[in-house]
């Protein structure tokens, strides 16, 4: 019944791997997002799509590559993973415009 | 100046009292605002959202000053199970972003 799931909860693995998160929402919304959480506990926007469209793209490394087959589904794709990419990841959804987000329950990564 | 600026804390308040936090925003085109919920290591959950007018949910009351660029939370009665980060959260530019505040602290002691 979880609105907003994203998989994995935890990820650890060593620098300059490959990595995924998968995200999806069964709420029929049009708008999803990438959300960052840092150390500081600082949530900053990365990407959103809107039925399966980029429509934000916020000044992130070239290594992080999202995905949206279709727009119930956002994927992020994590390339030579650094240090500094250490965070959790919130995946969200909402309709467009006024709507307040709905989140997962965010992956924690961690790059050792 | 950061798109939405909120006071860090940690305020830490008596079970009962009354506390309130202000986030400030620097886009006067904004037109939604909310408070968001985050327990620690939890995902954040929408507490409320700010409407013109100012709204109230039980102990929660939320008001909005689009002149000065703010908006307010306040919590009466406080419970032990308040005690979370409060986030403040306006859209941005596009209309599609919602921008976060890094949050106020609040603990409720016994």
């Known amino acids: 019944d979880t609105a907003v799931s994203q998989t994995p909860k935890y990820l650890v693995t060593q620098m300059g791997n490959d990595k995924s998160i998968k995200c999806e929402q069964n709420?029929?919304?049009?708008?999803m997002y990438w959300y960052k959480q840092d150390s500081k506990k600082f949530l900053k926007i990365m990407f959103s799509?809107?039925?399966?469209?980029?429509?934000i793209n916020e000044t992130v490394p070239n290594r992080f590559s999202p995905k949206s087959p279709d727009k119930a589904h956002l994927n992020l794709h994590i390339n030579s993973l650094e240090l500094g990419d250490s965070a959790v990841y919130f995946c969200?959804?909402?309709?467009?415009?006024?709507?307040?987000?709905?989140f997962g329950n965010g992956t924690r990564l961690t790059v050792t | 100046r950061k798109e939405v600026e909120q006071d860090p804390g940690p305020f830490n308040v008596p079970e009962g009292a009354t506390v309130a936090f202000n986030c400030t925003y620097s886009?006067?085109?904004?037109?939604?605002f909310f408070w968001y919920r985050q327990d620690c290591r939890k995902e954040p959950k929408l507490l409320m959202s700010?409407?013109?007018s100012g709204n109230e949910d039980g102990r929660f009351t939320a008001q909005l000053n689009r002149a000065s660029q703010y908006i307010s939370l306040l919590i009466r009665d406080s419970k032990l199970s308040d005690s979370a980060t409060y986030l403040c959260?306006?859209?941005?530019?596009?209309?599609?972003?919602?921008?976060f505040g890094k949050g106020t602290s609040l603990l409720v002691t016994p």
């Open positions: 709420l029929g919304h049009d708008t």
């Open positions: 886009n006067s085109a904004s037109q939604s």
């Open positions: 969200a959804s909402s309709q467009p415009g006024r709507s307040p987000l709905h």
């Open positions: 959260v306006v859209n941005g530019n596009s209309g599609y972003a919602l921008n």
């Open positions: 799509y809107n039925n399966k469209e980029l429509i």
């Open positions: 700010v409407y013109s």
